[in-house]
């Protein structure tokens, strides 16, 4: 599941929102986590766990060691598998408002779908530089007909999985 920028965290408080997507905000945190304390991309249970409660949000430990197992099956892995497992595991968007105004995050061009340097755009913009091969593999999972472009159904299907 791709993990989107949608409302700021002061929108989001301000509605009573506690949801998925991550904000800005959210995703600065997993990165920093992430990156600022592992450098190499494996993850304990603790570390899971630290991540998750550094977003405000909690999950039963079973959950927490079953992200960790599920991401550690290769051994290694990188910033979007982390995303995509613990987003998968908070609450999910439920609002027609919240998905279009996530879908309009990336769709800067305004075209009715999201390319793939629009994708990497959008995360340049808040200062989270993936590597091609993370981006391919949000895309790989976002556009389900392979088309090369995420288009709102696609995006919808994603998120609200």
């Not at 009573?16 to 993850?43: C, K, Y």
């Not at 755009?121 to 808040?126: D, E, Q, R, Y």
């Not at 593999?137 to 556009?143: A, V």
Request: charged letters at 30%; proline letters at 2%.
């Amino acid at each position: 599941r791709c993990v989107c920028v949608c409302v700021s965290e002061k929108d989001r408080l301000s509605r009573g929102m506690v949801s998925n997507p991550l904000t800005e905000q959210d995703i600065a945190r997993f990165h920093e986590a992430f990156f600022g304390d592992v450098g190499t991309g494996e993850l304990t249970v603790q570390h899971v766990k630290d991540i998750v409660e550094s977003l405000g949000e909690t999950l039963p430990e079973a959950t927490i060691k079953e992200i960790t197992r599920k991401v550690n099956a290769k051994g290694h892995y990188n910033f979007p598998d982390l995303l995509n497992a613990i987003a998968s595991n908070l609450p999910s968007m439920n609002t027609e408002e919240e998905l279009r105004t996530a879908f309009r995050t990336f769709d800067s061009d305004k075209s009715g779908s999201i390319s793939t340097n629009e994708l990497r755009a959008t995360f340049n913009k808040l200062n989270h530089r993936l590597s091609k091969a993370e981006i391919e593999s949000l895309m790989e999972i976002m556009d389900k007909d392979r088309d090369g472009e995420v288009n709102y159904k696609e995006f919808v299907s994603v998120m609200t999985k």
